[in-house]
């Protein structure tokens, strides 16, 4: 089964993107208690202990949620919205992934209250420095309010 | 003073064009109004006094035949009396020879004639007009002073009044009856009157024949004129014309018109005369009255004239407001125009023309928010469209990338030289597909995005992008020649595109000159500022000029220049967004320059 206690919690629907992100964190010690999580309903079920994750005890929160803002079903925004309108999850850390840096969606994402964003290019170097760059930023640097 | 001059000119004209129609129109029919009435009132006038001149002389004409006859019979009795005196017996024979035993019974006789003091003398003369006897009322001397009148009277066979004598203050005049014996004259019987008229007869005359009318007594051969109380001047007189009438001016330059006859038996003339004035004074009153009645006329067509244009002139103005309210876009008050004349027909033709203005134009709108709609539908679809694009293009990229670099990074043992190679281009290839992507996103988004306008300071603007491209503290060797830039008015972001383009384009296509030199600058002409980026690069053919803004059109290889042939298609969209024009001069090796104008 799933831990209880996770650093990060990574959304993404693409398997190649997922891949190479969970590769780039784990080369970092930064995916040992890392959950992925396929699509937004998925997600959000982890995240509020509902549907298959029934019973999870939600207190214990992520670090830190990356989340693709384009999926299926329930897309990154709405994740976000859900997130950030639950005062029991609203003081995780969101990082946005988003394939654009002109995505109006960055915008959106701001104003729902993300923390962060990350543009996923084409170039994987750049991706892979992002990610490590903002996954030590947030997991270790950061301090949550207590 | 040349301002004050033509100002006065035009206060001075007065246009009859510049009068509104309802001022046109009562003006007009009160000019005609005047003219026919003046002319009429004229023609009236003249014929009136025509026939009133006329109506006077026919009237003095038979007054003074009147009066000459009515003379002529009061003669007849005294004429007829003197005759018979003159026939008398004893007078026929004293005047015989040896007829002096007469005497007393004849002197008798003629004393019998002197009936009042008028008659002052009676006389009797022989053929050789030799006084024979005398009857006197007073005393010898009044005989002696008419001694000198005796050869003067005509005589002949027929009794007669003499002329018109002047003695002193008075005035006499003759009555002659000639004495025959045995049809032979053989001497004359004279009376003398004085000629005085009493004012009782005056009066009566006057009555008679108006008072403003004069009446005058005077010898037919024109030696004395007399008012019947005092001598006077009447010279005026035409003798030859003793049937009709005549006019003349008095010393006053007073028009009269005068009728003269003769009276029978007498040597006199009679004239009557009245002033022209009196005659024409019913004409005058005419006249007066047509002027007041041709006043009130005017002034009641003016008012009809002045009604009529206004039922004319409102209903325009009504269809003219009613015009100017649909130029406003207000169709709601349609023009009550009532009746079935022209304006009524207009009115109608006007609101039913309203009506379909206002279809059509509702039409239109309605067209107008479907095409709209349409339009935003689409809009959002290549919104959409162009999101996965960007989304769903690249992640097949990243994979490509993320897992050769995977293959480069954890299989690197196991890739020979040639693989490394291979890794590498398909890397590169990617990355390139994935700018290509980018360039064509932003590319379509310029279309779509709505310019907003500031105030962009382009000297600053300029500097920023090149130090950003190319910093001049950053060793590099381009030569930069910044001459002063206007500011623009457009939208900073979409400008800022514009200009990063431009000189990228200088730096790239210099960057293999020994001595790259880029001049930016500006030229102002006829409200247009014109910008340009030049350089001494390596230019291109002019050949293909046409296709430098077109996207994804290249002049160099890939392998010579990078780049993807979107930059100066950006460029071109941006400024023919802004209203503006983009060219390029070149030549091959050459360098090159680019313009944009942009309206001011």
Do not use: C
């Not at chain 2, 009936?115 to 030799?130: A, G, M, Y």
Request: avoid cysteine; glycine fraction near 6%; aromatic fraction near 8%.
């Amino acid at each position: 089964m799933i831990a209880d206690s996770v650093d990060i919690l990574f959304v993404e629907d693409n398997f190649n993107d997922a891949e190479l992100a969970i590769r780039e964190l784990k080369k970092h010690h930064m995916a040992n208690n890392l959950v992925h999580m396929e699509d937004g309903e998925e997600a959000l079920e982890f995240i509020f202990g509902t549907g298959k994750f029934k019973g999870r005890n939600i207190t214990r929160a992520p670090k830190l949620i990356l989340l693709d803002i384009q999926m299926p079903k329930i897309n990154g925004i709405e994740v976000l919205q859900k997130i950030k309108s639950d005062p029991r999850t609203r003081t995780i850390p969101v990082i946005m992934l988003t394939s654009s840096k002109e995505d109006p969606d960055i915008q959106k994402s701001y104003a729902l209250g993300a923390n962060s964003y990350i543009v996923k290019p084409v170039d994987f170097k750049g991706f892979s420095d992002a990610i490590r760059n903002l996954g030590f930023y947030w997991l270790l640097l950061n301090q949550p309010p207590v | 003073m040349v301002k004050n001059k033509s100002l006065n000119k035009r206060r001075m004209s007065f246009s009859f064009r510049s009068l509104s129609l309802q001022q046109r129109l009562p003006l007009l029919i009160s000019m005609l109004l005047l003219a026919i009435m003046v002319t009429f009132s004229w023609i009236s006038y003249i014929g009136v006094k025509t026939a009133a001149l006329e109506t006077g002389k026919e009237r003095l004409r038979s007054l003074a035949s009147q009066l000459s006859v009515m003379f002529s019979r009061s003669t007849q009795s005294i004429l007829a009396a003197t005759q018979a005196t003159a026939n008398h017996e004893s007078v026929i024979k004293v005047l015989q020879p040896g007829g002096s035993e007469f005497r007393g019974q004849a002197l008798e006789e003629l004393q019998k004639l002197r009936l009042d003091s008028t008659w002052v003398l009676v006389e009797l003369l022989d053929i050789n007009r030799q006084l024979v006897i005398y009857s006197e009322r007073d005393s010898a001397h009044v005989k002696s002073r008419f001694d000198s009148l005796q050869q003067a009277f005509p005589l002949n066979h027929l009794a007669k009044f003499g002329k018109i004598y002047q003695l002193g203050d008075f005035m006499y005049y003759p009555i002659i009856a000639p004495v025959t014996h045995d049809n032979r004259v053989t001497g004359y019987l004279v009376r003398w009157r004085l000629l005085a008229a009493s004012p009782k007869a005056l009066e009566q005359f006057s009555q008679l024949i108006g008072t403003k009318a004069k009446l005058y007594f005077g010898n037919a051969d024109g030696s004395l004129w007399t008012n019947m109380t005092n001598v006077v001047s009447y010279q005026k007189i035409d003798t030859g014309n003793l049937r009709g009438s005549f006019e003349y001016l008095d010393a006053k330059g007073e028009k009269l018109i005068a009728a003269a006859r003769p009276i029978a038996n007498t040597s006199w003339l009679i004239s009557v005369e009245f002033p022209e004035q009196i005659v024409l004074q019913m004409a005058n009153r005419f006249l007066r009255q047509l002027i007041i009645i041709g006043g009130i006329l005017i002034i009641v067509g003016i008012l009809i004239a002045w009604l009529m244009s206004r039922s004319l002139t409102k209903p325009l103005n009504k269809l003219m407001l009613a015009a100017s309210a649909i130029a406003d876009g207000q169709y709601s008050s349609p023009v009550k125009v009532h009746g079935n004349d022209e304006l009524g027909k207009l009115a109608s033709a006007f609101n039913s023309m309203a009506v379909q203005v206002q279809n059509a134009r509702q039409d239109l709108e309605n067209k107008v928010i479907e095409r709209t709609v349409q339009l935003e539908a689409s809009n959002r679809e290549l919104e959409s469209y162009s999101y996965s694009i960007s989304h769903d293009l690249r992640a097949p990229l990243r994979a490509i990338i993320g897992f050769v670099s995977v293959l480069e990074d954890e299989y690197t043992n196991k890739l020979d030289p040639e693989a490394k190679r291979i890794t590498t281009v398909i890397k590169d290839s990617t990355m390139k597909m994935g700018q290509l992507i980018d360039d064509l996103l932003a590319f379509s988004r310029l279309g779509r995005n709505e310019i907003v306008k500031t105030n962009i300071n382009t000297r600053e603007m300029v500097n920023e992008i090149i130090n950003e491209l190319a910093p001049v503290n950053d060793g590099n060797k381009i030569e930069w020649i910044i001459r002063p830039l206007p500011g623009i008015y457009g939208d900073a972001n979409m400008i800022r595109q514009v200009w990063t383009n431009l000189i990228s384009n200088a730096i790239k296509y210099s960057g293999n000159k020994e001595k790259p030199r880029i001049e930016t600058g500006a030229f102002i002409d006829k409200e247009q500022a014109t910008f340009f980026v030049r350089d001494n690069g390596v230019g291109f053919d002019e050949k293909y000029k046409g296709k430098l803004f077109k996207v994804f059109q290249r002049l160099h290889r890939s392998s010579e220049f990078e780049g993807t042939g979107v930059g100066l298609a950006i460029v071109e969209k941006i400024i023919s967004k802004h209203g503006g024009k983009v060219w390029a001069e070149g030549a091959a090796a050459k360098g090159a320059s680019f313009y944009f104008s942009l309206p001011a």
